[in-house]
């Protein structure tokens, strides 16, 4: 099991930058993949940006260039620096995380993000 609490949402002017944060309850290094998610009002959940275990990452085509994720295995965070943001990027952003173990999702509450044009 872990336990996945979000921060550093906010409101941010188009152009700017906000950073992500996701503290997970156990290391990292015994999650199989972390990620974040976004949802926007009226529509559906979609992958943004994810890391495996290994380092891989894999982005949204929309967010690409944009935004980096990453690990802190020392503090077992997972990041999302996000740059250039837009309005269209306003949404609850939410932090995933999948152990094979146990074949089990889990997720955060979520952070709001609102970007203003």
């Known amino acids: 099991q872990v336990q996945l609490v979000e921060s550093g949402g906010g409101l941010v002017q188009a152009g700017g930058s906000l950073r992500l944060s996701c503290a997970a309850s156990r290391s990292i290094f015994s999650i199989n993949a972390m990620g974040w998610y976004r949802q926007a009002p009226g529509k559906q959940r979609e992958l943004v940006a994810a890391?495996?275990?290994?380092?891989?990452?894999d982005y949204a085509d929309s967010v690409k260039g944009r935004f980096t994720i990453s690990r802190d295995t020392a503090r077992n965070t997972v990041n999302l620096q996000m740059n250039n943001l837009k309005p269209e990027d306003t949404a609850v952003y939410y932090c995933?995380?999948?152990?094979?173990?146990?074949?089990?999702?889990?997720w955060g509450k979520g952070t709001l993000v609102t970007v203003s044009s």
């Open positions: 995933h995380a999948f152990i094979l173990r146990y074949g089990m999702d889990y």
């Open positions: 890391i495996t275990s290994a380092g891989s990452t």
